[in-house]
Nanobody, 119 residues
Framework: QVQLVESGGGLVQPGGSLRLSCAAS????????MGWYRQTPGKERELVAI???????NFGDSVKGRFTISVNNAKDTVYLQMNSLKPEDTAVYYC?????????????WGQGTQVTVSS
């Protein structure tokens, strides 16, 4: 069974940094894309950052210049480095991946990790 397991969320002061990790496990053939979305109550889930195989990273407008994303293919893990955090970055952050499982490419979501930016 394929799973995405996230870690690294928590409470941080404005201007601080956090790094989120998301590891894929199970019978995975290849990783086509991995990234992060976030959601706050009453709002739609929005793109934070994503890396697609063979392409560069893409970022949501609100995090450009502050967040970076990287993938360790050997560990099937994606990282989100968040710097200069603002209170408006407070949200549940969800890992998403498009993985080859058997002969199919399927999308998977992690369980979500809370990030709270507050003094």
């Amino acid at each position: 069974q394929v799973q995405l397991v996230e870690s690294g969320g928590g409470l941080v002061q404005p201007g601080g940094s956090l790094r989120l990790s998301c590891a894929a496990s199970g019978s995975i053939g290849s990783i086509n894309a991995m990234g992060w979305y976030r959601q706050t109550p009453g709002k739609e889930r929005e793109l934070v950052a994503i890396v697609t195989s063979g392409d560069g990273p893409n970022f949501g407008d609100s995090v450009k210049g502050r967040f970076t994303i990287s993938v360790n293919n050997a560990k099937d893990t994606v990282y989100l480095q968040m710097n200069s955090l603002k209170p408006e970055d407070t949200a549940v952050y969800y890992c998403w991946a498009q993985l080859q499982v058997g002969i199919l490419n399927r999308g998977f979501w992690g369980q979500g990790t809370q990030v709270t930016v507050s003094s």
